[in-house]
């Protein structure tokens, strides 16, 4: 039997906690001497891309602005901070904001130092030539987890495409996670971002990539993430749940940046490419349908996750066990009220026209692949009509 062995690759510095935000200014002295700081308007109103300053200033770091990202992140958003970042003449870049603030600086990072269009670096086309900027990512949302992955996904605006790119030049150097910056949000952002990492940690336990240390990272991402998301929707000044979340989703975005996503988030991206449907809420209309789907092949895992929650679940067959597993992660989603595809306003004969295109796109980003059980062109479009208009407010679910 041949020797297995695996990778981890994680930022060489991660910080977090409580007002961990307030060290920025030391890691960045540390890095550059000019920093370009990528943001959104909503970070500039709350004022975290002024506090970002201020603390910057303190350590003798100089700070240029980049606060155009008004949606998920494309082609377009990319070459606009790159402009900024060149022009000013920035030696690093401190992302402040949601996952969308973050895949947006980490391609800034890179072809500030590398040559052509970020597309060309999908899959295995061209590797960078050159190390990126360093970059601190900052997260004000519990969710992507981008802070510690080698993973950025841009739109093509030319062919409507989310470009996932997967290299190691794209981990942070530094990732702060502090819970405080999460209490800007707003329940909905909450709830869409928190599954979004719920998914992460399922999926990347699920992939057929998954390694012993993925599967500790996300066990343990997926406990914190189901005990203490619902409180942070209804409560959302509850700082132990922000920090349980926010940890939680941290740890998901190792797990999943070193054993890959699976089918949700190949699906996800076309919704979000043709639809502008968030990345979060995506995933999330799509995570109860797909579970059901792959339930039978991964019944051993999925009992494994309800056993981890309940350990009294241990007492009934894994078969049970993964259906009551099932229907927890529904439960907890009909409680965030996670809309479907119909209710959020996706025109029906759009959706229909672009079954296939979708279908295609998803196959085309490689991670159905990692899927337990593979799904064909067809078995996803099927999947796409029935996740439109999913309901999940049966009696066990109101």
């Given at each position: 039997?041949?020797?297995?062995?695996?990778?981890?690759?994680?930022?060489?510095?991660?910080?977090?906690?409580?007002?961990?935000?307030?060290?920025?200014?030391?890691?960045?002295?540390?890095?550059?001497?000019?920093?370009?700081?990528?943001?959104?308007?909503?970070?500039?109103?709350?004022?975290?891309?002024?506090?970002?300053?201020?603390?910057?200033?303190?350590?003798?770091?100089?700070?240029?602005?980049?606060?155009?990202?008004?949606?998920?992140?494309?082609?377009?958003?990319?070459?606009?901070?790159?402009?900024?970042?060149?022009?000013?003449?920035?030696?690093?870049?401190?992302?402040?904001?949601?996952?969308?603030?973050?895949?947006?600086?980490?391609?800034?990072?890179?072809?500030?130092?590398?040559?052509?269009?970020?597309?060309?670096y999908m899959g295995s086309q061209k590797a960078f030539a050159a190390p990126p900027l360093p970059l601190?990512?900052?997260?004000?949302?519990?969710?992507?987890?981008?802070?510690?992955?080698?993973?950025?996904?841009?739109?093509?605006?030319?062919?409507?495409?989310?470009?996932?790119?997967?290299?190691?030049?794209?981990?942070?150097?530094?990732?702060?996670?502090?819970?405080?910056?999460?209490?800007?949000?707003?329940?909905?952002?909450?709830?869409?971002?928190?599954?979004?990492?719920?998914?992460?940690?399922?999926?990347?336990?699920?992939?057929?990539?998954?390694?012993?240390?993925?599967?500790?990272?996300?066990?343990?991402?997926?406990?914190?993430?189901?005990?203490?998301?619902?409180?942070?929707?209804?409560?959302?000044?509850?700082?132990?749940?922000?920090?349980?979340?926010?940890?939680?989703?941290?740890?998901?975005?190792?797990?999943?940046?070193?054993?890959?996503?699976?089918?949700?988030?190949?699906?996800?991206?076309?919704?979000?490419?043709?639809?502008?449907v968030p990345h979060g809420i995506s995933n999330a209309m799509l995570l109860p349908v797909v579970l059901?789907?792959?339930?039978?092949?991964?019944?051993?895992?999925?009992?494994?996750?309800?056993?981890?929650?309940?350990?009294?679940?241990?007492?009934?067959?894994?078969?049970?066990?993964?259906?009551?597993?099932?229907?927890?992660?529904?439960?907890?989603?009909?409680?965030?009220?996670?809309?479907?595809?119909?209710?959020?306003?996706?025109?029906?004969?759009?959706?229909?026209?672009?079954l296939s295109k979708m279908a295609t796109d998803a196959l085309a980003s490689g991670s159905p692949g990692?899927?337990?059980?593979?799904?064909?062109?067809?078995?996803?479009?099927?999947?796409?009509?029935?996740?439109?208009?999913?309901?999940?407010?049966?009696?066990?679910?109101?």
């Amino acid at each position: 039997m041949l020797n297995e062995f695996y990778e981890v690759l994680m930022p060489k510095k991660m910080l977090y906690g409580r007002d961990s935000f307030s060290q920025v200014g030391i890691q960045a002295a540390e890095l550059g001497k000019k920093a370009l700081i990528i943001s959104d308007p909503v970070m500039e109103k709350v004022g975290n891309v002024s506090l970002c300053e201020s603390y910057l200033q303190e350590r003798g770091v100089a700070a240029a602005r980049y606060t155009g990202i008004d949606a998920e992140p494309t082609d377009l958003h990319v070459q606009a901070a790159l402009d900024v970042c060149v022009q000013e003449k920035c030696e690093l870049i401190v992302a402040v904001g949601g996952g969308s603030c973050i895949d947006t600086a980490k391609a800034v990072a890179v072809m500030a130092t590398n040559e052509g269009y970020i597309g060309d670096y999908m899959g295995s086309q061209k590797a960078f030539a050159a190390p990126p900027l360093p970059l601190v990512a900052c997260p004000t949302t519990a969710g992507t987890g981008s802070e510690v992955t080698k993973v950025t996904v841009i739109i093509n605006t030319q062919t409507q495409v989310k470009m996932m790119i997967s290299k190691p030049e794209l981990l942070p150097a530094v990732a702060i996670v502090d819970p405080v910056l999460t209490l800007s949000c707003p329940p909905a952002v909450t709830a869409a971002t928190g599954v979004d990492a719920l998914c992460h940690a399922v999926e990347a336990y699920l992939s057929r990539k998954s390694q012993p240390v993925t599967d500790t990272l996300a066990l343990t991402a997926i406990a914190w993430i189901i005990g203490n998301l619902l409180q942070c929707y209804r409560d959302g000044e509850d700082l132990d749940a922000r920090e349980k979340v926010a940890l939680g989703a941290m740890l998901a975005g190792a797990a999943f940046s070193n054993a890959s996503v699976t089918l949700v988030h190949g699906m996800s991206r076309p919704i979000g490419a043709l639809f502008h449907v968030p990345h979060g809420i995506s995933n999330a209309m799509l995570l109860p349908v797909v579970l059901d789907y792959t339930k039978d092949s991964a019944v051993d895992k999925l009992a494994n996750i309800g056993c981890h929650l309940h350990p009294e679940w241990k007492h009934v067959s894994k078969q049970q066990a993964a259906e009551q597993t099932i229907a927890k992660i529904k439960e907890l989603c009909a409680l965030l009220h996670i809309p479907n595809m119909k209710s959020w306003g996706i025109d029906q004969e759009a959706f229909e026209r672009s079954l296939s295109k979708m279908a295609t796109d998803a196959l085309a980003s490689g991670s159905p692949g990692n899927n337990p059980i593979v799904p064909t062109h067809q078995e996803i479009m099927h999947l796409y009509q029935v996740s439109y208009d999913y309901e999940l407010t049966s009696p066990r679910f109101a």
